[in-house]
């Protein structure tokens, strides 16, 4: 599988977890996403966020976890690009949870399991922390808001991301991959995000 459809795969897999408003598509909102960050889960690799950096000289104090693991709590990682601490935030495992985990390239052959397990691992990390708090305490209802706020850390405040939130509607408007269908929901769950609600009879 490319980087591309085991990422289409996931978007559509993990969409009726993300509590989105209706008027935007949950799957392509994560595609459009992932896109901005990885061109579609293409360059997953880590990326290394200079305001992270220096002890209290950077614009983001990460002491305790630069102590840990140095420079690798600098980084975001995976196709969303999240960053370390935000990884450890919102995944089930964050006692056990390692940078390294996430340093996986993406697949040459089909079906390199390795990777798609990293990738799922970092949409249910996104998904959480949309949840709580893009579309949560933030309360985003578009997608240049969820967009602004993927990037910039939220969307209520005067800077221009419009060269980030432009990108995203394109690739929001990008269509998923020919064939690629999303997997049975009932093998996804999202920590700290609830099922959505049974349809009422
Ligand atoms: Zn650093």
């Known amino acids: 599988m490319s980087p591309k459809a085991a990422i289409a795969r996931l978007c559509m897999a993990y969409a009726p977890h993300l509590r ?73 495992l964050h006692d056990a949870l390692t ?14 399991l390795e990777y798609t397990v990293m990738a799922e691992h970092s949409i249910r990390c996104a998904v959480a922390m949309l949840n709580a708090v893009i579309l949560g305490r933030q309360g985003a209802t578009t997608l240049a808001e969820v967009a602004k706020a993927w990037n910039h850390g939220n969307w209520r405040d005067q800077f221009d991301d419009s060269a980030y939130t432009d990108r995203a509607a394109r690739f929001y408007a990008t269509p998923f991959p020919d064939g690629a269908t999303a ?19």
Not at 36 to 41: T, V
Not at 55 to 79: E, F, M
Not at 99 to 112: H, K, L, Y
Not at 186 to 195: F, G, K, L, R
């Open 20 to 92: 989105a408003p209706a008027s935007v598509d949950p799957a392509k909102v994560l595609w459009a996403l992932a896109g901005c960050e990885s061109d579609f889960g293409a360059a997953a690799l880590p990326r290394h966020e200079a305001a992270y950096c220096n002890i209290g000289r950077g614009r983001y104090d990460v002491t305790a976890l630069t102590r840990q693991w140095g420079c690798a709590a600098h980084c975001s990682y995976g196709p969303w690009q999240m960053m370390f601490g935000h990884l450890v935030d919102f995944h089930p």
């Open 99 to 112: 940078p390294a985990f996430f340093i996986v390239r993406p697949p040459t052959t089909a079906g390199d």
């Open 183 to 201: 997997p049975p929901a009932s093998q996804t769950e999202v920590h700290n995000a609830p099922a959505p609600a049974p349809p009422v009879p």
